[in-house]
């Protein structure tokens, strides 16, 4: 959370200036230095190096399994948090509701998103985004149910503003989590386009699931 990280990169893309065919390792800090020290110990430097090759290996295989489950989660996420958008009108109209209500509703949730959107961002810094993501994920399943359970204006109302704050927080996550694990500048735009595309088209087919499933 105090930019260690991004200090690291900085040393990785300054040696790559001077020497671009250097070969740089990313491996765990408490793993290197046991290494290191039986390294030391037994005068196998070349095994030392085979040693952090394979612990990397290994390390970006581990790396590309959680991307994978992350991608799955994303996929699912925006998939079932847009079914509900295409039927909420015959929701109001069947409870004798006016038909403003979908504006009103939604707009509650658009504006408290907005707003706290960026608490989600600096609440990121100080505990994981994992963490967070898992939060208001909980948080959205709470809200969507005080949607279902809603009878009245306020009701709805007020628990459309509840996913809202909870809502944004899920997306700005999404990225942080990106951002934070990705290896590289390039894998790191590379995941962000996916995880934008994954948003983009799974809350379209939400919306389409939704409407096939209202009729």
């Known amino acids: 959370g105090v930019g260690k990280p991004h200090l690291l990169y900085a040393i990785a893309n300054g040696i790559r200036k ?3 065919d250097a070969n740089i390792v990313y491996i765990k800090g408490d793993q290197f230095t046991i290494e290191l020290i039986e390294a030391i110990q037994n005068g196998k430097n070349i095994e030392k190096r085979d040693s952090s090759m394979k612990s990397i290996t290994n390390e970006k ?3 590309d399994i959680h991307l994978m489950m992350f991608y799955l989660g994303c996929i699912v996420l925006n998939i079932a948090a847009n079914t ?15 038909s403003y209500m979908f504006g009103v509703a939604l707009a ?9 959107s960026p608490f989600w961002g600096w609440i990121s810094s100080y505990i994981s985004s994992r963490t967070v993501l898992l939060i208001t994920c909980i948080g959205y399943g709470i809200g969507q149910a005080l ?7 306020m009701g709805f109302i007020v628990a459309r503003a509840l996913t809202g704050i909870v ?3 899920c997306f700005v996550c999404m990225m942080t989590y990106v951002v934070n694990t990705a290896p590289d500048t390039v894998s790191r735009g590379q995941q962000l ?3 934008a595309t994954i948003q983009m088209v799974c809350s379209a087919f939400g919306y389409f699931l939704g409407g096939m499933l209202g009729e």
């Open 167 to 169: 809502c944004g927080g």
């Open 61 to 63: 295989k581990g790396m």
């Open 193 to 195: 386009a996916i995880t």
């Open 18 to 20: 001077q020497i671009p």
């Open 147 to 153: 949607f279902g359970l809603a009878t009245t204006e």
């Open 108 to 116: 509650s949730q658009l504006v408290t998103n907005f707003l706290f």
């Open 84 to 98: 509900a958008h295409p039927v909420t009108p015959t929701i109001f109209t069947t409870l004798g509701l006016g």
